[in-house]
């Protein structure tokens, strides 16, 4: 399995900050996705990040709330920008795996928290 | 609207019994359908798939089946063991490359 390490694992930030979460992975990888957990809600995919090339956005997210670097095969960023109390989520880096269709391996999140 | 629904936002079981958690879809292009299992402050971790061309599949004590005509499946843990005790999260993919679509989850509590 892939290991995934993110930082910060939580963080307590004011509105209208901006904030930038790492993710870097054990092993070399094409693709990068970064997911977002709302309170209560499912696991959302936010964009997918591939080296050398632009973030693919889903719909519903744009790059100038959400920019994402992605520098080399092991490491991602994912900033959030101009933050507000909806923006509370835990952010989930993850690769693909493996063993067949769908299978991710996920970092252990980082939990936002606006005030 | 939601794609991948999980009716039951918690669930107890005592230890050793059966413990069944369920997932609904409404999307009829979905043809792959996993469970992952997370625990506090852990990323999930895939525990289980099944392709829509199987209804069953087993992989030690946990067991999903698939209804495609109900759109619905299931994933068995027998014997719950209170290691269990975490949140389900059900997916579907379409292979169509479309993302994995999640449900909100199942919070299991296997009691000792």
């Known amino acids: 399995s892939a290991v995934i390490s993110q930082k910060p694992s939580r963080d307590i930030c004011q509105r209208g900050t901006s904030l930038t979460i790492q993710c870097q992975v054990d092993?070399?990888?094409?693709?990068m996705f970064w997911y977002r957990q709302q309170p209560g809600q499912s696991l959302t995919l936010i964009a997918t990040?591939?080296?050398?090339?632009?973030?693919?956005?889903e719909s519903g997210f744009v790059i100038d709330k959400f920019p994402i670097s992605r520098p080399n095969l092991t490491f991602s960023t994912l900033t959030v920008s101009n933050m507000s109390p909806e923006d509370s989520s835990i952010y989930l880096c993850?690769?693909?795996?493996?063993?067949?269709?769908?299978?991710?391996?996920f970092g252990e999140g980082s939990r936002l928290t606006v005030l | 609207d939601q794609q991948v629904k999980q009716n039951s936002p918690s669930l107890s079981v005592q230890e050793g019994r059966i413990s069944i958690l369920n997932c609904d879809y409404t999307?009829?292009?979905?043809?792959?359908f996993l469970w992952y299992k997370k625990y506090p402050a852990e990323g999930p971790t895939f525990l289980i798939s099944?392709?829509?061309?199987?209804d069953k599949n087993e992989d030690g004590r946990f067991t999903v089946f698939l209804n495609k005509s109900a759109k619905h499946l299931s994933l068995h843990i027998v014997p719950s063991q209170p290691g269990d005790s975490a949140v389900y999260f059900c997916?579907?993919?379409?292979?169509?490359?479309?993302?994995?679509?999640f449900g909100k989850g199942t919070r299991l509590s296997v009691i000792a």
């Open positions: 993850s690769v693909e795996g493996w063993a067949g269709p769908g299978e991710l391996f």
């Open positions: 092993s070399q990888v094409t693709m």
């Open positions: 990040a591939n080296q050398g090339s632009e973030a693919t956005y």
């Open positions: 999307n009829s292009m979905f043809d792959y």
């Open positions: 099944i392709s829509s061309i199987k």
């Open positions: 997916a579907a993919l379409d292979s169509g490359n479309t993302p994995l679509v």
